[in-house]
């Protein structure tokens, strides 16, 4: 199979001891590209370099809502020079979350209103976290110009799935679709147009079935593959193709290799 892992942490030090091998791991499972999520400037500057390595790794880069606290006018004319790499085809980790709030709910909003801009600004998508902030989220999404995205590791539930997509973003799925009790999340799945659908792995976290309690890592994409399909009531060459290609289309990964350009001035 032809996969993608639309939402990855591979920068995370829990790949410290053996980060090549999980990359050569990934490419020898059929994956096509990795989208590598920064959560804050340093890591985002870390995801550039291992897209900057790996002619079929990207990155995204932001900072993730538990650090909006950090952020300053500086950093995001940090975030601003790195998403110019032609390797960087998304701003993100960026988004509300209400769980931890270990940013205050107020700056949160601030900073997430501010990458938004800045996606606008460069012509990015947004990868978008968003837990127990739905509304919040939504809000800020209705009013934003940009040029759409993910939601990633989606939890807001079928209820909301028709707003989410009537603002034109896709639906990321990762390890709890393969949960026994994730019935919600299989509804969602087997409701979403196959065209809106994308697939992750949140590596190192979200770990799925049958590999749960251990790390995550990106040859692990094919079991969200597998319980869509199942969810579906298709087959996983057709959820594999289709969410391939809906990546490959929402950030722009066909043609981006190390020493492009034409994603350094988007507008």
């Not at 020079?81 to 960026?94: C, M, N, S, T, Y």
């Not at 270990?102 to 012509?123: I, M």
């Not at 065209?195 to 770990?207: A, I």
Request: glycine share 6%; charged share 25%; proline share 5%.
């Amino acid at each position: 199979m032809r996969l993608v892992d639309s939402h990855a942490h591979l920068d995370f030090p829990q790949f410290d001891a053996d980060r090549e091998v999980v990359i050569e791991r990934a490419r020898e499972a059929g994956l096509l590209a990795i989208l590598n999520v920064g959560a804050d400037l340093a890591s985002s500057r870390a995801a550039v370099a291992l897209a900057d390595r790996h002619d079929f790794i990207y990155a995204a880069v932001g900072v993730h809502p538990h650090d909006a606290k950090t952020v300053t006018p500086a950093v995001l004319d940090q975030l601003r020079a790195l998403a110019r790499h032609p390797k960087v085809v998304a701003v993100g980790e960026i988004g509300l979350d209400y769980y931890r709030d270990l940013s205050p709910r107020p700056v949160q909003r601030r900073v997430f209103a501010q990458q938004l801009a800045l996606a606008a600004e460069l012509g990015l998508p947004v990868v978008v976290h968003s837990r127990e902030a739905h509304d919040d989220v939504l809000a800020a999404l209705r009013d934003w110009q940009g040029t759409g995205g993910v939601l990633h590791s989606y939890s807001a539930g079928p209820e909301r799935l028709e707003e989410v997509l009537a603002l034109g973003f896709h639906i990321g799925l990762s390890g709890p679709i393969t949960f026994p009790k994730a019935h919600r999340l299989r509804t969602v799945a087997a409701a979403v147009a196959l065209d809106r659908l994308l697939v992750e792995t949140d590596c190192p976290y979200l770990t799925p079935v049958p590999h749960r309690g251990r790390r995550n890592e990106p040859a692990y994409v094919r079991y969200m593959v597998e319980a869509v399909a199942h969810a579906r009531g298709t087959t996983v060459e057709t959820v594999a193709q289709a969410t391939t290609e809906n990546a490959q289309r929402l950030f722009g990964l066909i043609g981006k290799r190390h020493g492009d350009t034409e994603n350094t001035d988007a507008s």
